[in-house]
């Protein structure tokens, strides 16, 4: 069972923007609905967004407005383009499924600057 790979994060000024890429080879046929989670130093993962097989989305309160989740089944792979980013969206984002999730990937870390 392979981790997920994350990428795509970095440092940015507040009001900028990144695309996060989450790839693993069983995205395209898992039958589950796939999410980006992000964890904050001290606490624990927390939903950002998660979208369907079929590509319904649905975001956590935080993220509406400014994000945005892809999932290319094809391509196995799902992103998060996140736009106009504030300070407290820094933290570590990784990707999973909601129901049974598998490996945890190493994430990728989003820092942004005031």
């Known amino acids: 069972q392979a981790h997920f790979v994350e990428s795509g994060g970095g440092l940015v000024q507040a009001g900028g923007s990144l695309r996060l890429s989450c790839t693993h080879p069983s995205i395209g046929r898992y039958i589950n609905v796939a999410a980006w989670y992000r964890q904050f130093p001290g606490k624990e993962r927390e939903l950002v967004a998660e979208?369907?097989?079929?590509?319904?989305?649905e975001y956590q309160d935080s993220a509406k407005g400014r994000f945005t989740i892809y999932r290319d089944n094809a391509k196995n792979t799902m992103d998060l383009q996140m736009d106009n980013l504030q300070p407290e969206d820094t933290a570590v984002y990784y990707c999973?499924?909601?129901?049974?999730?598998?490996?945890w990937g190493p994430g990728t870390q989003v820092t942004v600057s005031a």
């Open positions: 999973n499924y909601i129901l049974a999730a598998l490996d």
């Open positions: 979208i369907t097989t079929g590509g319904e989305p």
